[in-house]
């Protein structure tokens, strides 16, 4: 089955600077991979969308690349504010018509 | 852009009752929705996929008769927890699609205790 990896489950950095996060992914080629951001005890929002055809995605201070060779996505957030803390999910819909998550960053960007 | 309404936000409840879930698709209709479960610090889990006027399609290992899913109009689903014991106290989200952006909205999520 699909295996999706998050390989930071905290990430701490500095106001302004870049925060980049990872997703790793096995046993499956996903014709797209979603990036979500998730605030304690709401549900998630969805952030952006990359197809496998494209190497790269922005969105104002947002940007999300797709290495389908090496089975990893990587979202970046530029001049990172204290309003970016969250958890951030990676998600690809996988066989069996599902959604498959990854357990999530939980990013806080220090003042 | 689309959203989605979950109700309520918290409950709290009596082990052995049940507790029905809302989640509504305010401005645009959903055929399919989606319930997951979330343990702190772990990701969503799919329990369940609503069909609107027919049967859910439910993932391996959650029990149909436990968890009560109804999908009578395009732009709700509910979830009811029947007989509810501790352990199914969890965070559930519902979520449909946005057609427009490919992207799935969730719900807000509700907090379910059992005492």
């Known amino acids: 089955s699909q295996k999706i990896e998050q390989n930071s489950e905290a990430l701490n950095i500095q106001e302004g600077k870049t925060a980049t996060l990872t997703c790793n992914y096995t046993?499956?080629?996903?014709?797209?991979l979603q990036w979500y951001r998730q605030d304690p005890g709401r549900g998630p929002v969805f952030l952006l969308l990359i197809r496998e055809n494209e190497k790269e995605k922005r969105k104002e201070r947002l940007k999300v690349t797709f290495d389908t060779t090496l089975k990893q996505s990587l979202f970046h957030i530029t001049a990172s504010q204290p309003a970016d803390s969250a958890t951030y999910l990676c998600?690809?819909?996988?066989?069996?018509?599902?959604?498959?998550f990854g357990t999530g960053t939980s990013l806080t960007v220090i003042p | 852009g689309a959203v989605v309404s979950q109700h309520p936000s918290r409950v709290i409840c009596k082990s052995g009752t049940s507790v029905k879930i809302e989640c509504r698709s305010l401005?645009?209709?959903?055929?399919?929705m989606f319930w997951y479960r979330q343990f702190p610090k772990k990701s969503l889990m799919l329990m369940a996929t609503?069909?609107?006027?027919?049967?859910?399609?439910?993932e391996q290992g959650v029990e149909k008769d436990k968890f009560l899913i109804n999908h009578a109009s395009l732009t709700l689903s509910t979830l009811t927890v029947t007989s509810a014991h501790p352990e199914d106290s969890s965070f559930y989200i519902c979520s449909a699609r946005d057609q427009e952006s490919y992207g799935y909205t969730f719900g807000s999520g509700t907090r379910l205790t059992v005492v």
């Open positions: 609503s069909n609107e006027g027919s049967k859910a399609t439910y």
């Open positions: 401005d645009f209709q959903a055929t399919t």
């Open positions: 046993n499956y080629s996903p014709a797209y």
């Open positions: 998600a690809l819909w996988g066989t069996g018509n599902q959604f498959y």
